[in-house]
Structure formats: structure tokens, C-alpha cells
């Protein structure tokens, strides 16, 4: 379920709450996790696996677009924050990670406003 962030933030940038499976790649592992929370500077994510800050990452995703299409992408980030989050004791660890996009070209910067401009105006 996509919608606008509920509390009030002053940003540069607009976010958008999501449910969107990435993949993630480093060094030595690949990993699908959930990306939560999505701006055209980076993204929140659910994972599994811990992440240390400064992990330099490769994301691939796909972004559905109001014609029902999907735009492939994938970007270099770093993980900027990390934060250990468990609901009890059974359940497993789940991890929740900042990425920070780096060095964006100028289109894949504006697929990702373009995207999250539809998704405002569609709540």
C-alpha cells in the first residue's frame, strides 16, 4: 500500500511509503529485502541480513508507472543508517536500513521524481 508520509516533515525531498522488492548486491552477497519508504535520494528497506554502515551496495528494482509498465533500474548507494528492529523473541531479526543513492545520472533521477510524483497525486 502506497501512501504519503502521515506526519509532518520538512524535506527537500518527497517520500512515499511502499512495498517494493529489491535486490541487493554487494561484495560477497545478493539478497532480496523490501524497500518501505522511497525519495529521489535514497531508500528505507526491511532485511534479513545485516548491513554495516558505509556498505557500498548495487540495488536493482523496478518501478511500475501509470501506464502499467515498469521501469528496470539500478543504482550504486551506501548504507547510511542501520537499526535492528524485532517484533518478539520467535521472529526472526529484521533489520531496518537507510541506502543512499550515489552518483544518479540525470534520467534515472527523473524516472524516480516522476514516480513519486504519481504516487502523491494518486493518494
Known sequence: MKQKNSFAEKRLHTRVNTDLPIIIKTSDTRIKV???????????????????????????????NKQNEFEYLMFNGVVIRVKEACLNLKERKIYKIAIYFENLLPFESNILKQYLNEEVSDT
Open 34 to 64: 523490501i524497500g518501505t519508504n522511497l525519495c529521489c535520494t535514497g531508500i528505507h528497506c526491511d532485511s534479513y541480513v545485516h548491513f554495516p554502515c558505509n556498505t557500498k551496495v548495487q540495488l536493482s528494482f523496478k518501478l511500475p
